[in-house]
């Protein structure tokens, strides 16, 4: 499978710690997204990588969010001190340089805050 | 929050009719596209579309982009319980920036 994938599919924690979750992109793709999806609406951008280095970062990208790419390839999301309101889908998207449109999505993290 | 308005929020439908659910805006867009999202999963590409009065086809499915860019549609013909899920629709306009709506979702009864 040459898709997006993304670890773990679920995850439930209780509030106050600290989560992370991990996407691998298409592997020719250097631009990588996140969103954040929450019941009965579209995902909504929270940031994204051309190759390595992040350019944007949404306001809903508050500082308990970190995310990183290091290598240019697989990027990770960590969420610190979580809280109840951070329950929702983890989505991620790879896309090609040109074309930045045509965003594919792995299948996403849902995570549940207790 | 969401900018575009996406409607219908629903749909029912018999299996083989037709189905026709539009997004608006009241900014413009460079690009529109149309996923589909199944539940527990993430939102799959449908169509992209990259020019003022575009119509593009996929199958069963044809989308176009508005003429004033600030609108797009997605027709369904003669649908299957396949069909089955919620239709997002997004608008793109710079070098990042993707606004989706909140969603159309399909039911086709057998």
């Known amino acids: 499978d040459t898709g997006v994938s993304q670890d773990p599919r679920h995850k439930i924690t209780k509030r106050g710690q600290n989560v992370t979750f991990r996407c691998d992109p298409i592997s020719e793709h250097n631009r990588l997204y996140w969103y954040r999806q929450t019941l009965g609406q579209g995902p909504e951008f929270l940031t994204y990588f051309q190759n390595e280095a992040q350019l944007e970062k949404s306001r809903l990208l508050s500082d308990r969010f970190s995310a990183e790419r290091p290598k240019g390839s697989f990027s990770t999301l960590e969420i610190q001190r979580t809280e109840q309101g951070d329950s929702a889908m983890y989505l991620c998207a790879s896309s090609p340089w040109e074309g930045w449109e045509t965003q594919y999505f792995g299948p996403g993290t849902r995570l549940l805050v207790l | 929050g969401q900018q575009l308005n996406q409607s219908p929020q629903s749909m029912f439908i018999q299996e083989g009719e037709d189905v026709s659910m539009n997004c608006t805006s009241s900014?413009?867009?460079?690009?529109w596209l149309w996923y589909k999202q199944d539940p527990g999963e993430g939102p799959v590409l449908l169509i992209a579309?990259?020019?003022?009065?575009e119509l593009t086809s996929n199958g069963r499915l044809t989308a176009q982009f508005g003429i004033t860019r600030k609108d797009s549609f997605l027709n369904i013909s003669a649908s299957i319980p396949s069909d089955v899920g919620i239709y997002f629709c997004a608008g793109g306009y710079n070098n990042n920036d993707m606004r989706f709506g909140a969603g159309t979702r399909l039911t086709v009864k057998p």
């Open positions: 579309l990259y020019k003022a009065g």
């Open positions: 900014s413009i867009f460079n690009t």
